[in-house]
Structures are given as C-alpha cells and as structure tokens.
C-alpha cells in the first residue's frame, strides 16, 4: 500500500527490524542513520539502542550499561551518536565505535535550580560551527547552547504560548542556514530563532509536533506528529505529502501508536519510531 504523495510517495516495509532471539521492544522515540546507512534505533528496552542494516538486519547494540530513559537521538557528520536521557538528566555522545566519549550533565541528577541545564531533557543537534543546541522540555522549557566541548554558552525560553515561551521544548534541528527549529509541542507549533535564541517566526496550527528531520539534500522538512500524522514540507512550508491523522489504526503504514522519532537515509526512505505502544518502528521506502 502507498502513502504520501507526488515525488514523496512511500510504500511500508512491513516487518522491518528482526531483534535477536528473546529481545523485545519497548517505545520507540527516536531512530537515526549514519553515513553508512546503518540504523539506530533508540527505545525504553533492555537493549536500549540497536542498529541494523537498511534490510532490517540485525548488526549490534550498545549502551546497556549506561542507557536507562531513550528520548532523542543525533549523529553528527562524523558518525558521532548522540543520545538524550530524559529521566536521566543528560546527554551521552558516543564515537562510530561505541565508546563513550562525552557526558553533558550529571546523570540522575537535575539542575539545582529552575532552567538550569538539566531538567528532563528532549533532544540535541548541532550547528554548522560545531556548537550544539540541546532542548530542555518537560521540566524547564528552555534550549541550551554549548560548545562542541560541552562547555554552556547560553540558555532562553520560559513557560508560555508567547514568542520564546514553551508549553514543551520536545525537538530541537537546525537547518543550512543555522536557523535554529524548535517542536513546542503542546502549543501545536514550531518556533524558529537565529543562534543566539532571537524569535524569527513560527509554524502554527500543528498536530503535536514531535520531532523534525531535515533532508540534507533537499530543503524538506519530515515532521512526525504525536497525533499520529507525519507531514513533509518545504522549508517555506508547503505540504508537499502527508499521510495518517489523528486516529490510531492497526494497518501497516498507519499508525498505531504515536510518531516520535524520524530521519531518513541516503535513499529517501523514511524511518518512523512511535511512543505509546511497544515495538512501533517503521520503514517507508521512497518510489522513484
């Protein structure tokens, strides 16, 4: 069966991703792929981020020992993997091998005091200068700006449904010209500010915009929807292809659970995790 439409039209994969004998999976937030277009997949399992071949193969996991709350997930240029803890008040970035290589906060351990940098995290992407951007959603509604070190620079935002006002911080991108993109979720909306947290303007009207992914060889953006909808736009946000919408369904390529976490490969095809139902992650293959 087809979903999208025009040049984004999509047919499902269905059964994607064999776990080994005896794993199982718990919520899928986040998923991304490398330059080798293998896949991570980041979920709340005992087995918290397994990557696979863009067959679904099973290739490695990594993390149990250090991994306990999956919510986002980034990997930079250099096949850096960086994972967000949300109940563990942290960022781990780990290198293309699996080693630990930087933490960014305490882990279990929140920010002494209202905003400061960790109260259960969201996401984390990186500019074009290296520096990173990290939302702070669920506790503190605030975005965060380090350098590639982990060293803070600045924080901004505030609850509220104002201009750098958040209700939910929940994803943080930048695009090519380091505009910086963020899903506050439930305000239905996307905020977009320069680097230095200044409000430029604001996409309304949103089904509970999760998480975006830009497609670095196009100007699009793939937005999952927690009201089980994913959209892909311009960047000046015309509706290029949509499918699912606000209710749940069992059928393969619709969405039983919630969109959470999204990216695509060097092919197009799209990769979908979902919140609220074990064991939802999906593959979409683009039709040329």
Known sequence: MSFGSGKYTYEVVEGWGKLPDGWTWGWVPAVACDSQDRVF????????????NREGEFIDSWGEDVLIDAHGIYIDGEDNVYCIERENHCVFKFNNKGELKMTIGTP???????????????????????????????????????????????????????????????????????????????????????????????????????????????????????????????LDRQLLSQWGGAKKSDKPGEFKACPHGIWTDSHGDLYVGQVQVDGQLQKFVRQR
């Open 108 to 234: 279990g351990k929140s920010g002494e005091k209202d905003g400061d940098p960790f109260n259960l995290p969201t996401d984390l992407a990186i500019a074009s200068t290296g520096e990173l951007y990290i939302s702070d959603g669920y506790g503190n509604h605030r975005v965060h700006k380090y350098t590639a070190n982990g060293e803070h620079l600045i924080s901004w935002g505030e609850e509220g449904d104002g201009p750098g006002q958040f209700n939910l911080s929940h994803s943080v991108r930048l695009d090519k010209d380091d505009r910086v993109w963020i899903c506050d979720r439930e305000n239905n909306r996307i905020q977009i500010f320069d680097t230095n947290g200044n409000f430029l303007s604001e996409w309304t009207g949103l089904l509970q915009p999760d998480t975006i992914y830009f497609d670095p060889n196009e100007d699009i953006l793939y937005l999952a929807e927690l009201q089980q909808q994913v959209s892909v736009y311009t």
């Open 41 to 52: 997949v980041y979920s709340r399992s005992e087995h918290p981020l397994v990557i696979f």
